[in-house]
């Protein structure tokens, strides 16, 4: 922290599960960034195209998300940008994050048995056997940092 009211990093995992309305995240933790305090935090990307991104936010509600705030990696960029954040950056991470939970679910489904059917693990399942037909219409995970303005 750099003085009682401002930090100097905000970090989450998995945005797109815990903040809806991205864009009320992404307002709050602006604000409670001090100038050139960092932000990072890991969400789902669209690909450019429209049918594709049409049917991946369909798939993310079959999943519990909303569709709806799914973006591609440019439209995040500039979110962040209109915000008042410098030095976007953006690390894909598909095949760590999205490929490894499909391999754990699988590992975890053969340990769990018979217990891998109740409905706390349905949306985990649905959401596994869903990221092979995502990912090949072109669902990807990210990393996005970004610093909040020095004037912002």
């Known amino acids: ?16 599960y815990h903040f809806s309305p991205r864009a009320d995240f992404l307002q709050s933790a602006h604000a409670s960034l001090a100038p050139g305090g960092r932000l990072a935090y890991t969400d789902l990307s669209l690909p450019s ?21 799914l973006a591609t990696l440019q439209a995040q960029q500039q979110r962040l940008q209109a915000l008042g954040f410098v030095d976007v950056r953006l690390q894909p991470l598909d095949d760590a994050v999205l490929g490894g939970f499909a391999s ?3 590992c975890q489904r053969e340990r769990l048995g018979a217990r891998a059917q109740g409905p706390g693990w349905r949306r985990v399942a649905a959401t596994a056997r869903l990221l092979g037909p995502a990912r090949a219409l072109g669902l990807g995970y990210v990393l996005l940092s970004a610093r909040r303005g020095e004037s912002s």
Do not use: H, Y
């Not at 922290?1 to 797109?16: H, I, K, L, N």
């Not at 991946?56 to 909303?66: H, K």
């Open 1 to 16: 922290r750099s003085t009682p009211e401002a930090f100097d990093a905000v970090v989450a995992v998995d945005a797109a």
């Open 49 to 69: 195209g429209a049918v594709a991104a049409r049917g991946l936010r369909l798939a993310a509600r079959l999943c519990g998300l909303d569709g709806d705030e």
């Open 104 to 106: 754990f679910v699988a």
